[in-house]
Each structure stands twice: as structure tokens, then as C-alpha cells.
């Protein structure tokens, strides 16, 4: 590991300095790891840098909250930005650029093209958040073509984006790897993610219910249970018996479809998106096949 | 110009030796000019050609009839292929690397990942081709990714497609320039199409009344006609005079938007698309603002 503060931390607002910057970095022969985040950065995504440090000669972080993927009524504007105390743990961690862009210019009047990833874009989250995906699927190829990273790494926490990006890089025929990393969490097992920051105390003590409705399901399918509404309605039971938690699903599903099982047989997610107060909160949990 | 034969030309059919031996052109300083095609070479194709060898250091063409573009019924199984007197040509010019992917290759089972440009892609051809812009565009990233050339090639001919390939590049931020030339024509101003070939002796003769429908759209300007309305009866009445034509539309539009103008202001877009028999053809002009 290789985690040592770094002075040199260069930042980049500019697109076109940002891959001019990647095209050197390229000629001379280093091997470029990305990590593209919103910011707010936690211990989820600091577990990322670590491993593009450790795999890759230079290591960019991209901290841009990204318009096109909040829908209507939801908190692209309260989303939580420190850009101050991101700065410093990207410097403490060794970033070697912080790339900072603007929605002005990822987004210029007369913007009209998007990616799109049918099919396993439409349950789960993106019947929830209609265009989301859209918006996630687009950012993130605007960021490869100006990163140009040989690799790129993403969270396990968002298993939907995550399965979204590794469609498009091998669909659209792109030379990056994408590694993917464990959700980090929280001692009582609560995933971390920025969006925790608008919780209160009280509230933050219902969300530890998320982790033991999926310790349930691992347990169940330890116990060899093949019925998922079973599992589902004992997720829900844990969930349900803590004040002002709202589901928006459970889903017991195949992790490559993400279509519903009607049976358990082989690998198997579950995935769940619930709200508390005005904060909406996912996780999910993934059993191989043996 | 150094259109002289080339002995050398490497046909290249799979995805991944393409690509790895354009990194190995672009790592050996080469600059590499692309003109992507779907075969059934003509003057259009070899005049991309030529330019691309002049500006840059490696040519690859592509041959690919790509089966996204073509909408339910119509012609991507009859289209016209001719690959042995292709290879000819391509060699006979110059061509460095012949690139001829197949659709299973280009598009394998689960196949999700689709870009869209909104808007520019919904009046004149999209209206008459719902879904036909998604494939071009989608088709010509996949071949940017694998390809990844500095420069790439169009013909004018086909003027909304390459209206949206410029707006992908833009939108997505790709490291292309995008190269357009003049359509090339029969003496009788017929612009060259790969589908002119399937015009029998008569309609080749009516086919002509495209371009002399494009001349009165050019007179019409230049005697200072601003009614959109007169230019486009005009052009009609020159089409409907001949048999068997059928007219998808005639637009009188902003080069840019291509939003239909309502009184002629500075640089004017004229697009046709007609069927002759079972043949679609589509040809256009622009007149710049003085």
C-alpha cells in the first residue's frame, strides 16, 4: 500500500486540460486508475483510491455531482458537498489529480446526446428513478473519454450502476477495466454512503435495520431457503418494525438480469432501497452459487 | 495526393486486433484517418478516402452493414454488398487496414447499450427511420472505441447523420475530428449512393429530378425567394413531374436545428428523401448566409 500524504495532489477544473493532462500521463508510459465519485467522500470511496494506488503508476479522482442523474423533486441540490475536506483527504490519500469540472461545461447549451442501457436499467432503482441511469450511464462515459483511465473503479454498493458501467464498457467496445470493490460499512453494518450525512440520530438508528434485513437473507439462504417471497417478507418484517423507515423494494433477483426469482437456485442478490424522512438509502448483498 | 496502389492492405475482421493494432499505429506516432462505410464503394467512398490519406499517416476503412440502422422492413438483407470489387478498390487506392467486423462480433448476445442525440435526430430522415439515428450513432462510437482515430470521414450526403456525429463527439467528449466532403455526383448531379444500384434503367432517368429539384432551391435563393412555402412547391412540382416517385419529404430548414423555417433569414438547409420503386434516396444543400 502506498497511502503516503502526496503534496503534488494537482487539481483540474478544465476538460480540456484534464485530458491533455491524461494524454501526457499516457505518452509516458503510466497506467492511469479512476475513481469518479459526487464527493462527499467517505470510507467507501477511500477504499477505492487505496486499490487504484496500488494497481496504477497515476491515480485521478474525478468530484463531480452529476445533474442528469437526480430526477425531478430529488436532492441534486442539497446533495452533500465539502469540497474543502475532500480536497484535503484526496491529498492525504495520495490522489495524484483531482479532477473538479463544471455542469457548464460537462453540460453546454445544446447537449443532446445520451447512453442508455436498456433492460437491467428497468427495475430495482430504475423504476424508482426514472433517467437515472441515463444520466449515470452518460456521465460516466463522458468522464472515460476525457480520463481516458486504464482503469476504473466503482463501489459494490451501487450493484445496479455498477452492473449499468460493465454493459457499457463492453457494449461500446472500451479499453478500460473495471474493478470493482465491497461495500465499506459502518459498525452496526450500515453501507456508507454520502446521503448518511442527512440522517439524524434517530434516524441513523433505523438505518442499521437495512444490514440486519440482509443478514437475515444470508441467513436464510444459508438455510437453504428457496421461496424468495419467504426471504422477502422477513426482510420486510425487520424493516417495517423500525418507525418512519418506508420501502421502496425488496427484490430477491438474479445478479445478472436482475429479473425477480421465483426460486432460488444459484447465485442470488437482494437489493433493497428504502426511505427515511427525505433520505433514501440502498444496499444489497450478493450469495454465489457454491 | 498518394493514391497509389498499396499492396499491403491488412484485412482485419476481429474487434480486438483492430484495436490493438491501431494502439500499436498511435504508439508508433502514426495518425490515424478513418472512413467508416457499409460497403458497395463509389466515388463518395473513395473521395473520404483520398482526403484521409492526405491528411494523416494510416488509413483504416471500415466495411460493416450495420444491422441497427436499418428499421423493421427495410432493406439491410438486400443491401447492396460487394466485398471482393471492394477490397480492390480500397487496396487500388491506398487503403492501410481494412477493417470488416462481423454483426455477431459488433453485437453479441446481450447487448444492451444504445446512444441517443435527442432532438436533431426527430425531423426529415428520423421521422421516416424511427430508430435509425440510434444505430448510426451507436455503430459509429463502437467503431471510434475501436478504431480510435484522429480523424474520421463523411460524406455531406448525408447530411442529419452527420449533423448527429458531430454532436456525439461534442456531446461525449471525444478526442475526433470530423471530417465532411462535399457529396460526389453522377453528370447528371445524381449524388452517388451504394443504392443507386438498385435503380433499373427508367428510374435512374427519373432519379435525376433530385438534383434539378436542388438547382430550382438554389435559383430560388439566389433570386432572393424567402417563403420557404414557394421553394418547397417548386421542388414538388419537378418531382411529381416524373413517374414512380414518391416524395417522404421535402424540408426547407435550419442547417443547424433542422427546424423547418417559416421565412428564409440567413443560411438555409434543402433536404429531400424520395422512393423510386423500392428505393430510398435522400439528397441535400446547403446555402450559406452571405
Given at each position: 500500500?502506498?497511502?503516503?500524504?502526496?503534496?503534488?495532489?494537482?487539481?483540474?477544473?478544465?476538460?480540456?486540460?484534464?485530458?491533455?493532462?491524461?494524454?501526457?500521463?499516457?505518452?509516458?508510459?503510466?497506467?492511469?486508475?479512476?475513481?469518479?465519485?459526487?464527493?462527499?467522500?467517505?470510507?467507501?470511496?477511500?477504499?477505492?483510491?487505496?486499490?487504484?494506488?496500488?494497481?496504477?503508476?497515476?491515480?485521478?479522482?474525478?468530484?463531480?455531482?452529476?445533474?442528469?442523474?437526480?430526477?425531478?423533486?430529488?436532492?441534486?441540490?442539497?446533495?452533500?458537498?465539502?469540497?474543502?475536506?475532500?480536497?484535503?483527504?484526496?491529498?492525504?490519500?495520495?490522489v495524484d489529480y483531482l479532477f473538479l469540472p463544471s455542469a457548464?461545461?460537462?453540460?453546454?447549451?445544446?447537449?443532446?446526446?445520451?447512453?442508455?442501457?436498456?433492460?437491467?436499467?428497468?427495475?430495482?432503482?430504475?423504476?424508482?428513478?426514472?433517467?437515472?441511469?441515463?444520466?449515470?450511464?452518460?456521465?460516466?462515459?463522458?468522464?472515460?473519454?476525457?480520463?481516458?483511465?486504464?482503469?476504473?473503479?466503482?463501489?459494490?454498493?451501487?450493484?445496479?450502476?455498477?452492473?449499468?458501467?460493465?454493459?457499457?464498457?463492453?457494449?461500446?467496445?472500451?479499453?478500460?477495466?473495471?474493478?470493482?470493490?465491497?461495500?465499506?460499512?459502518?459498525?452496526?453494518?450500515?453501507?456508507?454512503?454520502?446521503?448518511?450525512?442527512?440522517?439524524?440520530?434517530?434516524?441513523?438508528?433505523?438505518?442499521?435495520?437495512?444490514?440486519?434485513?440482509?443478514?437475515?437473507?444470508?441467513?436464510?439462504?444459508?438455510n437453504n431457503e428457496k421461496i424468495?417471497?419467504?426471504?422477502?417478507?422477513?426482510?420486510?418484517?425487520?424493516?417495517?418494525?423500525?418507525?418512519?423507515?418506508?420501502?421502496?423494494?425488496?427484490?430477491?433477483?438474479?445478479?445478472?438480469?436482475?429479473?425477480?426469482?421465483?426460486?432460488?437456485?444459484?447465485?442470488?442478490?437482494?437489493?433493497?432501497?428504502?426511505?427515511?424522512?427525505?433520505?433514501?438509502?440502498?444496499?444489497?448483498?450478493?450469495?454465489?452459487?457454491?
Open positions: 500500500m502506498n497511502s503516503v500524504a502526496n503534496n503534488y495532489m494537482k487539481i483540474i477544473s478544465s476538460i480540456v486540460e484534464m485530458h491533455k493532462t491524461s494524454l501526457d500521463l499516457r505518452n509516458k508510459g503510466k497506467n492511469i486508475g479512476f475513481v469518479p465519485t459526487m464527493g462527499a467522500l467517505h470510507k467507501g470511496h477511500t477504499s477505492l483510491i487505496e486499490r487504484a494506488k496500488k494497481d496504477n503508476t497515476a491515480v485521478i479522482l474525478s468530484i463531480f455531482v452529476n445533474p442528469t442523474q437526480f430526477t425531478p423533486g430529488e436532492d441534486y441540490r442539497s446533495y452533500p458537498r465539502d469540497i474543502e475536506k475532500d480536497k484535503a483527504i484526496a491529498s492525504d490519500i495520495g457548464d461545461e460537462m453540460y453546454p447549451e445544446g447537449f443532446k446526446t445520451f447512453v442508455n442501457v436498456e433492460d437491467i436499467t428497468e427495475p430495482l432503482c430504475g423504476k424508482f428513478r426514472p433517467g437515472h441511469f441515463k444520466g449515470v450511464a452518460t456521465v460516466v462515459l463522458k468522464l472515460f473519454n476525457i480520463v481516458i483511465p486504464h482503469r476504473a473503479y466503482f463501489g459494490e454498493k451501487d450493484y445496479q450502476q455498477l452492473l449499468v458501467i460493465k454493459r457499457i464498457v463492453k457494449d461500446l467496445n472500451l479499453d478500460i477495466e473495471i474493478v470493482n470493490m465491497a461495500t465499506i460499512r459502518e459498525d452496526d453494518g450500515l453501507a456508507m454512503s454520502s446521503r448518511n450525512r442527512y440522517l439524524n440520530q434517530k434516524e441513523r438508528l433505523s438505518a442499521a435495520a437495512i444490514y440486519r434485513a440482509m443478514e437475515i437473507f444470508q441467513e436464510m439462504i444459508k424468495p417471497q419467504k426471504i422477502v417478507n422477513e426482510m420486510e418484517r425487520i424493516i417495517k418494525n423500525e418507525d418512519g423507515i418506508k420501502i421502496d423494494y425488496i427484490s430477491i433477483c438474479n445478479p445478472d438480469t436482475l429479473k425477480d426469482l421465483k426460486v432460488i437456485n444459484g447465485s442470488v442478490l437482494a437489493a433493497i432501497a428504502v426511505r427515511i424522512g427525505k433520505t433514501r438509502l440502498i444496499d444489497n448483498c450478493v450469495v454465489e452459487e457454491k
